[in-house]
């Protein structure tokens, strides 16, 4: 049997879940293809979308991929996929990928029977097409290292629970890429995850910070908890600072939103560590899902506690943030 008739047949054998990772693994980095053409060619196109005097930036290169994302996930699957994604205005490209990753097809054996169930009415996909475009409109093409910071996101979730995701970085290395996906029961791939590190470093965000953000980071640093702080962008990369060794992922704010964290929170679950918001609470991915995460964002890998930093977050950080407030 050659080796495309092999593909195929693997194809046709793999439960949903697998083929839907698999697919969306290609469509990622068509993704990211693209929005690397765009940061060549000079010209972002960057609008502000926020209404209330603060920055909320969109460039040509996050609409592109939307569409992109989005119509080859419906082409390769249904119209009637849920899919809710960070931009609503998007540009039209005229190719669209169909192809699929075999290696996700060659994990399909380790799917537990509640995973060969799931149906495509029963996901729901989030995309962050460009997560850290403050980082990417700052950018000076290549050469800028903030461009490394620059992920394709998209998650998919079940019972209002992360399931799985795809985190795609452009221009991880000198420009070649690489993509991240894990399936939670099966596995994270694609990066290597590494154990305890000597130092705890605690990730936050490089341009959202608030006066309880950086209380936070006080505490977790009085209480052992942070030996130094990194303020990088996107919470994918965040996520991935945590996969790379970093202890955790700190955000007591509600600025994140449900389509930045779907994914990650795949990556980090799938190799054992946790994300939940800042009270240990876990966010809900349900089509009725509200978008803010106001509960802010706390990510740990396997090797922490994670009660550790929950504990350590002081009550009135916690009640500070409208989730507390909601649910008390």
Same mark, same amino acid.
């Given at each position: 049997?050659?080796?495309?008739k092999q593909a195929e047949?693997?194809?046709? %054998? ?108 029963d996901v729901v996909i ?42 795609? %970085? ?43 953000v950086t209380e936070a ?72 899902? %509200? ?38």
């Amino acid at each position: 049997m050659d080796g495309q008739k092999q593909a195929e047949q693997m194809w046709n %054998q793999s439960c949903f879940i697998t083929r839907l990772v698999s697919s969306t693994v290609r469509i990622s980095e068509t993704a990211g293809n693209l929005i690397k053409r765009i940061m060549s060619e000079g010209d972002l196109k960057v609008v502000n979308k926020a209404t209330d005097g603060k920055a909320d930036l969109q460039t040509e290169a996050d609409r592109a991929a939307q569409y992109c994302i989005e119509k080859s996930l419906q082409a390769k699957f249904s119209d009637k996929l849920k899919i809710i994604g960070e931009e609503d205005v998007t540009s039209v490209v005229p190719n669209l990928e169909t192809n699929f990753c075999i290696d996700v097809l060659k994990q399909d054996s380790k799917c537990s029977d509640e995973l060969r169930s799931i149906k495509p009415e029963d996901v729901v996909i989030w995309v962050d097409p460009l997560d850290g475009t403050s980082e990417f409109a700052q950018a000076a093409k290549s050469a800028s290292p903030l461009l490394q910071q620059v992920t394709v996101l998209i998650g998919i979730a079940y019972k209002g629970r992360s399931v799985a995701g795809v985190v795609h %970085q452009p221009y991880y290395g000198n420009g070649q890429g690489r993509t991240l996906w894990a399936i939670v029961g099966v596995g994270t791939f694609g990066i290597p995850v590494i154990g305890k590190s000597a130092s705890k470093v605690v990730v936050t965000t490089r341009s959202h910070s608030t006066p309880m953000v950086t209380e936070a980071l006080e505490i977790l640093a009085k209480q052992g908890l942070a030996d130094c702080v990194e303020r990088v962008g996107g919470a994918g990369y965040k996520v991935i600072k945590c996969l790379e060794g970093a202890a955790a992922y700190v955000f007591a704010s509600p600025g994140c939103k449900k389509w930045d964290t779907a994914a990650p929170e795949a990556l980090i679950t799938a190799s054992g560590g946790s994300l939940t918001d800042i009270s240990g609470r876990p966010l809900y991915y349900g089509m009725d899902a %509200q978008i803010t995460n106001t509960g802010g964002v706390l990510a740990t890998p396997y090797w922490v506690q994670h009660e550790d930093y929950v504990n350590a977050i002081p009550a009135h950080v916690k009640a500070s943030l409208p989730e507390f407030a909601a649910k008390n």
